[in-house]
């Protein structure tokens, strides 16, 4: 069982939390988050983390391992997911990496290109020039120099923009030419699951339930806590994320506290939508619908079998 690894994605709230953790009962796995937001520590609530009591039951890598006011890059997550799988392995264990970040799934298994980590010197360059002359004006900048990457980038993505630009300016070439390059993806037996609902409306009304229940358990004032501390702002990639989002406009009085729950309802839709377009796309995925009775026997079952 030493090359073998478990995957098991699916959009927000579909129930990936509570099959993994059935699955770590009665199989020797370990859980690897697989998670964008879960990696920042102090953002609890609003990332649906398992509780302090939930992971000393069932403990889960690659939560709480950066601060909110750093940028946790995809690039980062592939140096350090291959470290804990050696880990998991080496104890006679098998990796099981559990989340939602397709992005994170698809460095996993096609590799990342070699890029060069971000430099806060040249974003902070970047930032003022965008504050001075507007991103649109940045966006005709890399028109200029990477058209390819450009067609791809929307005028208003400011993120993507700073990155290509910030990669041309550290090394010279448009971020376009590096795609071609990867590093190599992980070489393990993967069996490889998908939870895709049958019923988007089903699935729809569990995010609106799960957001009003996350705001009963004190998201707001999770928010404005982490907003307290003097380096932590809404324009941090960590608060960019949904529903964190929506509650920062609310602090800052952008927005009303019921029009920050719609919002985040909606982007949090949205996100599922992303997510089920991505997992239809995945030839290689065994698809199982997590609204079905039988869903937990049958992922038990696919489990079992691949195990053994």
């Known amino acids: ?51 302090s009591e939930e992971l000393k039951l069932c403990p889960h890598h690659l939560i709480d391992v950066c601060e909110p006011t750093e940028n946790y890059s995809a690039g980062e997550f592939y140096q350090d997911v291959q470290q804990v799988i050696q880990s998991i392995i080496r104890k006679g264990k098998i990796p099981f990496l559990v989340g939602g970040t397709m992005m994170y799934f698809r460095v996993l298994e096609r590799g990342i290109s070699q890029l ?55 090394t010279g070439k448009p971020i376009s030419s590096f795609h071609g390059e990867h590093k190599q993806p992980i070489d393990y037996q993967r069996l490889n699951l998908s939870l895709v609902p049958s019923k988007r409306d089903i699935l729809y009304k569990r995010i609106e339930n799960r957001f009003d229940a996350m705001l009963d358990q ?7 806590h982490l907003l307290s501390k003097n380096s932590l702002t809404s324009s941090h990639n960590s608060m960019k994320s949904v529903g964190y989002k929506q509650i920062c406009e609310f602090i800052e009085n952008k927005c009303s506290l019921d029009e920050a729950r719609a919002k985040a309802v909606v982007a949090t839709r949205r996100l599922a939508k992303r997510q089920l377009t991505w997992l239809r796309s ?21 489990v079992s079998q691949f195990l053994n």
Request: hydrophobic content about 35%.
């Open 282 to 302: 995945d030839t290689d995925s065994l698809v199982v619908d997590p609204l079905h009775r039988k869903s937990e026997v049958d992922i038990e079952g696919r």
């Open 1 to 51: 069982m030493e090359n073998k690894i478990i995957m098991l994605k699916g959009p927000t709230a579909c129930g990936k939390t509570d099959h993994a953790s059935k699955l770590v009962k009665n199989h020797p796995l370990e859980i690897i988050s697989v998670d964008s937001v879960m990696v920042y520590k102090g953002l609890d609530i609003g990332s649906a983390k398992p509780t």
């Open 116 to 170: 060069p980590s971000a430099n806060p010197t040249v974003r902070k360059q970047i930032d003022s020039e965008a504050a001075a002359n507007g991103w649109a004006k940045l966006h005709q900048e890399l028109q200029r120099i990477d058209p390819t990457a450009a067609k791809k980038i929307d005028p208003s993505d400011k993120q993507r923009i700073q990155r290509a630009l910030e990669v041309h300016r550290i």
């Open 218 to 224: 004190g998201l707001v004032s999770e928010v404005g």
